[in-house]
């Protein structure tokens, strides 16, 4: 019911702001950066000066995506991020609702504690009490499919051009594996048709993002699986590990992992994929699942993240192989879950 008021009420609450930041995720994926690229060009048609910051680099992947170029990195001048932030008089949080999130724009962020701030979001245990306005929606495929909604309730027809569409096409696609999960409703596949045209390719656009692998991409993902997957037949799991030396064995470049944590699952016996990656100082885990299992509580309860039923992430602070030990600690507790 309010997400039906914020949308009547759209048009006097975004006209009230002129310039406009947008701010996503750290190590932003294809949701964080369709939605908040198609938010960009939308809140354009309104005459707002809009800007979007994200924290560190997006991945290669995408680099195709219309106004890309427009995107602001904020790990490579964090000045003048803090300076877009503080003359902004709306922060859109799309994609996330927590400032911890952000990675470095965190600080920035907390001192901007005056500013109004939106939420568009579809992660869990939001603290909505921050937001002047907010749409959050746990059981929705992605982001940009809020977006989405979002401008169709303002009229598709007078908003909606190729470059929203393609943008929001990339998130609801990435965020869903290609529509394998996190599919709540019907309403996901009937958007995607709107969002389709004789101008809007939706098999050309599937294959930016998953035809354009670099060799050394492809032959790390040989590697993860043929030398760094350990299946855990008692409890229906696999993990894959990776330290900071294979990945720079491989020329790691930002994205290359999207997607492995996927390829376990396709083993029938597996109900659970966890990814285990050495980065940036930290490990980070990246949780999947089928069927009614939740790497949502697990990630939460032990790994100090979240995130979905079926997809979930969380980071520490320890060596590879306490993370890899943690995990193993942990699967005990539920192996009825998984065994089911």
Same mark, same amino acid.
């Given at each position: 019911?309010?997400?039906?008021?914020?949308?009547?009420?759209? =048009?006097?609450?975004?006209?009230?702001?002129?310039?406009?930041?947008?701010?996503?995720?750290? =190590?932003?994926?294809?949701?964080?950066?369709?939605?908040?690229? +198609?938010?960009?060009?939308?809140?354009?048609?309104?005459?707002?000066?809009?800007?979007?910051?994200?924290? =560190?680099?997006?991945?290669?992947f995408l680099?195709?995506?219309?106004?890309?170029?427009?995107?602001?990195?904020?790990?490579?001048?964090?000045?003048?991020?803090? *300076?877009?932030?503080?003359?902004?008089?709306?922060?859109?949080?799309?994609?996330?609702?927590?400032?911890?999130?952000?990675?470095?724009?965190?600080?920035?962020?907390?001192?901007?504690?005056?500013?109004?701030?939106?939420?568009?979001?579809?992660? %869990?245990?939001?603290?909505?009490s921050q937001?002047?306005?907010?749409?959050? *929606?746990?059981?929705?495929?992605?982001?940009?499919?809020?977006? +989405?909604?979002?401008?169709?309730?303002?009229?598709?027809?007078?908003?909606?051009?190729?470059?929203?569409?393609?943008?929001?096409?990339?998130?609801?696609?990435?965020?869903?594996?290609?529509? +394998?999960?996190?599919?709540?409703?019907?309403?996901?596949?009937?958007?995607?048709?709107?969002?389709?045209?004789?101008?809007?390719?939706?098999?050309?656009?599937?294959?930016?993002?998953?035809?354009?692998?670099?060799?050394?991409?492809?032959?790390?993902?040989?590697?993860?699986?043929?030398?760094?997957?350990?299946?855990?037949? !008692?409890?229906?799991?696999?993990?894959?590990?990776?330290?900071?030396?294979?990945?720079?064995?491989?020329?790691?470049?930002?994205?290359?992992?999207?997607?492995?944590?996927?390829?376990?699952?396709?083993?029938?016996?597996?109900?659970?994929?966890?990814?285990?990656? *050495?980065?940036?100082?930290?490990? %980070?885990?990246?949780? %999947?699942?089928?069927?009614?299992?939740?790497?949502? !509580?697990?990630?939460?309860?032990?790994?100090?993240?979240?995130?979905?039923?079926?997809?979930?992430?969380?980071?520490?602070?320890?060596?590879?192989?306490? +993370?890899?030990?943690?995990?193993?600690?942990?699967?005990?507790q539920y192996?009825?879950?998984?065994?089911?």
């Open positions: 019911m309010f997400k039906e008021l914020f949308f009547n009420n759209f =048009n006097n609450f975004i006209t009230q702001y002129k310039r406009v930041a947008i701010v996503s995720h750290v =190590n932003p994926d294809g949701d964080a950066i369709g939605s908040s690229l +198609a938010f960009y060009y939308f809140l354009l048609k309104f005459g707002i000066d809009a800007k979007i910051i994200i924290p =560190n680099d997006y991945p290669e680099a195709w995506m219309p106004g890309i170029e427009d995107i602001f990195l904020y790990d490579k001048d964090p000045e003048k991020g803090a *300076e877009y932030l503080n003359n902004a008089d709306l922060i859109c949080y799309l994609d996330f609702n927590s400032p911890s999130r952000t990675g470095l724009i965190h600080n920035d962020l907390c001192h901007c504690k005056k500013t109004p701030k939106l939420l568009i979001d579809h992660h %869990r245990d939001a603290d909505l937001f002047v306005e907010y749409i959050s *929606e746990v059981e929705t495929s992605s982001t940009s499919e809020l977006v +989405a909604e979002l401008i169709k309730s303002q009229g598709f027809e007078k908003y909606l051009d190729d470059k929203i569409a393609t943008c929001l096409l990339v998130g609801i696609m990435t965020d869903t594996g290609s529509f +394998a999960h996190s599919i709540y409703h019907p309403e996901t596949f009937r958007i995607c048709g709107e969002l389709i045209s004789p101008t809007v390719n939706y098999a050309l656009i599937h294959s930016n993002i998953y035809n354009t692998f670099s060799e050394n991409r492809m032959r790390l993902l040989g590697f993860c699986i043929s030398n760094r997957m350990t299946i855990l037949h !008692e409890y229906n799991t696999a993990y894959i590990y990776l330290s900071k030396e294979d990945l720079e064995s491989f020329n790691y470049q930002v994205g290359d992992t999207e997607g492995v944590v996927n390829y376990p699952l396709m083993i029938d016996s597996v109900k659970m994929s966890v990814l285990i990656t *050495e980065r940036q100082g930290v490990i %980070r885990l990246s949780f %999947r699942s089928k069927g009614e299992f939740s790497v949502h !509580e697990l990630a939460k309860s032990h790994f100090g993240g979240g995130g979905h039923t079926n997809a979930a992430g969380g980071t520490m602070n320890c060596t590879l192989n306490q +993370a890899v030990d943690k995990l193993l600690e942990v699967l005990p192996k009825n879950l998984l065994n089911k």
